[in-house]
């Protein structure tokens, strides 16, 4: 079936310091949406992305339905940064698949 | 601002028990969903709807039932709840129809069946 791999599953960073989180795909995506689950548990719209790349003050995103992968930058992370990231792409049959998350630590 | 919001916010159920949980939106989606999630474990669909009266099974609908009485409102029903139904729950609307659009999430529900 559709599936969605996301990595890392886990990532520590220091404050300043910035990394990527990819999510591969297994099929053709129409869409992928970015969220972050902040330390309430709620879940943060970050990006939607029908193609190309996005960018909204320290982050960046980026999707390529032909090569099936879509990446998260961060840069100069700062501790509210801190959280559960999930990205979340559409079927060619409009369902939606989640990846099983990257738990980013940023620690001063 | 998209507005999902989701009631309780916290539940204890015992097993065998029923459980409601709502969840209304102000967004004027059509598409409404359910999700439950669990720790190492994305998010996972067990009902959605196109729209008032329409209710589709997700990918684990098992155990759950769905109610859509209105635009703006969207229930999931567990009839008789199982400890293994212990999870945090997420409504999220967006979208027309079959036509994905960015979702918005409500702040979640914690369910523990004991």
């Known amino acids: 079936g559709d599936q969605v791999e996301q990595s890392p599953s886990a990532l520590s960073l220091h404050e300043g310091t910035g990394s990527a989180l990819r999510c591969n795909f297994t099929?053709?995506?129409?869409?992928v949406q970015w969220f972050r689950k902040n330390s309430r548990g709620s879940l943060i719209n970050l990006f939607y992305?029908?193609?190309g790349t996005k960018e909204n003050g320290r982050l960046k995103s980026a999707f390529d339905s032909k090569e099936r992968y879509s990446t998260l930058h961060i840069r100069d992370a700062q501790l509210e940064d801190s959280g559960t990231y999930f990205c979340?792409?559409?079927?060619?049959?409009?369902?939606?698949?989640f990846g099983s998350g990257t738990r980013l630590l940023v620690s001063p | 601002e998209a507005a999902v919001t989701q009631s309780p916010r916290n539940k204890v159920a015992v097993t065998g028990g029923k459980v409601t949980l709502s969840c209304n939106q102000t967004?004027?989606?059509?598409?409404m969903y359910w999700y439950r999630q669990d720790t190492g474990h994305g998010l996972r669909l067990i009902h959605y709807s196109y729209g008032a009266g329409s209710t589709e099974k997700g990918d684990i609908p098992d155990g759950y039932k769905a109610s859509r009485p209105s635009q703006e409102n969207f229930s999931l029903i567990l009839e008789l709840a199982t400890p293994s139904q212990t999870s945090v729950y997420f409504c999220?609307?967006?979208?027309?129809?079959?036509?994905?659009?960015?979702?918005?999430f409500g702040p979640g529900t914690r369910l523990t069946v004991l």
């Open positions: 099929t053709t995506m129409r869409a």
């Open positions: 999220a609307s967006g979208g027309n129809w079959g036509y994905y659009a960015e979702q918005f």
């Open positions: 967004n004027n989606h059509n598409n």
């Open positions: 992305l029908a193609s």
């Open positions: 979340a792409a559409v079927t060619g049959g409009y369902k939606v698949v």
